[in-house]
C-alpha cells in the first residue's frame, strides 16, 4: 500500500476576454473565400463561441492564463505559492520552448520551494500531469502539487481550414493536489493511461519543431498549424473515450449508476453524447462546457471540473471519472472520489 494518498483541495481557471462568436468565424473565413455557417458549427460540434488570447497581450500569454488559473485554486485550498513542491504543467501550445511554461509560471507565482516541469500529452496531458502529481504525493516525495492544463490554441489554428479551425479555443485550468492519509477515502482513485504513436497523423503540426524549423514556406503553406483528419479521429475518439472509462468502472467495480459525474474531453459534443450513450451515463451526469468555450485541449478537463466544483454540483465524496484523448494519441482516464 502507498504510503499517502492525493486529494484535491482546489480548483481554478481562467480565460481571455475576447470572445470569438461562430459567427465571427464565418466572416473571417469569407474573407478568403471560404464558407461555414454559424448552424453548421453549432450542429456538427456544439460550439457556440470560444475565447482567444489577444496576440501580444501578456496578461493573456499561456503562462498568464495559468498563472490566473493557479490563483484561484490556490486560494480555494487555503494555500501559498510556497507551499508548492511540484508544478506539473499541461499544455502543447507553451509560451517559449525554453523555458519551460511552468518555470514562467513559477516566476510569476513565486512558488520559489517548487521543482517545475511541462508535459505535452495535448488533450490528454492534464491527466498525465495529475497522475504524476498522484504518484509523487503517494510516495512522499511531494506534499502540494499545482496541476495546470492550459493552452493558447489559437496560435496554431489553421486558418486554411474550416474543419478544424472552427473547433478551438483558449483557456486554463488549476488544482492543487495535496497529501492526506493513505486511508481517507476523497482521493485520486487511479489512473488508466496509454498512447498510441502509431496514430500520430489523425492530429499533428508537421513542421514548427526542430525537424523542420519554420521558414516562409512552411509559414505561408500553414505547416506549423494544425493538420486534423476530423472523420477518423471521431471515431477513434468515440471507441478509447469509452474503452478507458470502462476498464476504469471495472477495475473499481463500479456500475455507471454508481458515478457521480463524468468529465470527458471535450472535442465534440456529438462525441460526448456517443461515449455516453455507449456506458449508459444520462447526459445530466456529463459536464459539458463545450458550448462556450470550444476545444481547449489540457484546458478542457481541469476548467470543467472547476466550473462544477464552484456550481455546488460536485460536492464531497462523489465519484468522478474525467476520460481524455488528444494528438499522439494520447489517452487517460482518471477517477476521482471527491
Ligand atoms: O482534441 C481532439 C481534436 N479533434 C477532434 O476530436 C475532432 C473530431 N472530429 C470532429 O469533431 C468532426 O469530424 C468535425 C467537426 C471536425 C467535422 O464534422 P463531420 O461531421 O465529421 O464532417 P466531415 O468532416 O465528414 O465533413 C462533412 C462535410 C464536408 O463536405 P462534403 O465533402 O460532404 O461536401 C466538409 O467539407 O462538411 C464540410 N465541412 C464544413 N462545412 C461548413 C467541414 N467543415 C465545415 C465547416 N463549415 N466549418
Known amino acids: 500500500m502507498a504510503n499517502f494518498a492525493a486529494t484535491i483541495t482546489g480548483t481554478g481557471s481562467a480565460f481571455p476576454a475576447g470572445i470569438v462568436t461562430n459567427q465571427d468565424i464565418v466572416e473571417k473565413l469569407a474573407a478568403s473565400g471560404i464558407e461555414t455557417s454559424d448552424q453548421w458549427i453549432r450542429e456538427r460540434s456544439g460550439i457556440r463561441e470560444r475565447r482567444m488570447s489577444a496576440p501580444g497581450n501578456a496578461e493573456e500569454y499561456n503562462s498568464a492564463l495559468g498563472f490566473a488559473a493557479s490563483r484561484a485554486a490556490l486560494e480555494m485550498a487555503g494555500r501559498k505559492p510556497e507551499d508548492i513542491d511540484l508544478i506539473a504543467y499541461a499544455t502543447c501550445t507553451p509560451d517559449t520552448v525554453i523555458p519551460s511554461t511552468s518555470c514562467w509560471l513559477q516566476h510569476r507565482l513565486g512558488a520559489v520551494n517548487a521543482w517545475a516541469m511541462d508535459l505535452n500529452a495535448a488533450c490528454s496531458g492534464f491527466l498525465y500531469c495529475l497522475s504524476i502529481a498522484d504518484q509523487f504525493i503517494q510516495t512522499g516525495q511531494v506534499k ?63 513542421a514548427g519543431g526542430s525537424r523542420f524549423p519554420a521558414t516562409a514556406e512552411i509559414i505561408r503553406d500553414y505547416l506549423n498549424k494544425i493538420q486534423m483528419n476530423g472523420r477518423e479521429l471521431f471515431k477513434v475518439a468515440v471507441r478509447t473515450l469509452t474503452s478507458f472509462a470502462k476498464q476504469t468502472l471495472k477495475k473499481h467495480k463500479l456500475t455507471p449508476e454508481e458515478l457521480d459525474w463524468f468529465i470527458p474531453h471535450q472535442a465534440n459534443i456529438r462525441i460526448i453524447e456517443a461515449v455516453a450513450e455507449r456506458l449508459s451515463i444520462p447526459m445530466e ?35 468522478v471519472l474525467m476520460d481524455a484523448f488528444g494528438s499522439g494519441l494520447t489517452f487517460g482516464a482518471v477517477l476521482v472520489r471527491y
Open 144 to 206: 502540494t502539487a499545482l496541476v495546470i492544463g492550459a493552452e493558447v490554441l489559437s496560435s496554431i489554428i489553421n486558418w486554411s481550414d474550416r474543419g478544424s479551425c472552427i473547433l478551438f479555443g483558449d483557456a486554463a485550468g488549476a488544482v492543487v493536489v495535496e497529501r492526506a492519509e493513505a486511508d481517507t477515502p476523497n482521493r485520486i482513485l487511479s489512473a488508466t493511461l496509454r498512447s498510441d504513436g502509431n496514430l500520430w497523423e489523425l492530429l499533428h503540426i508537421p
Open 285 to 319: 451526469k456529463v459536464l459539458v462546457n463545450i458550448d462556450r468555450f470550444g476545444n481547449t485541449s489540457s484546458a478542457t478537463i481541469p476548467t470543467v471540473l472547476d466550473e462544477a466544483v464552484r456550481a455546488g454540483k460536485i460536492r464531497k465524496g462523489q465519484t
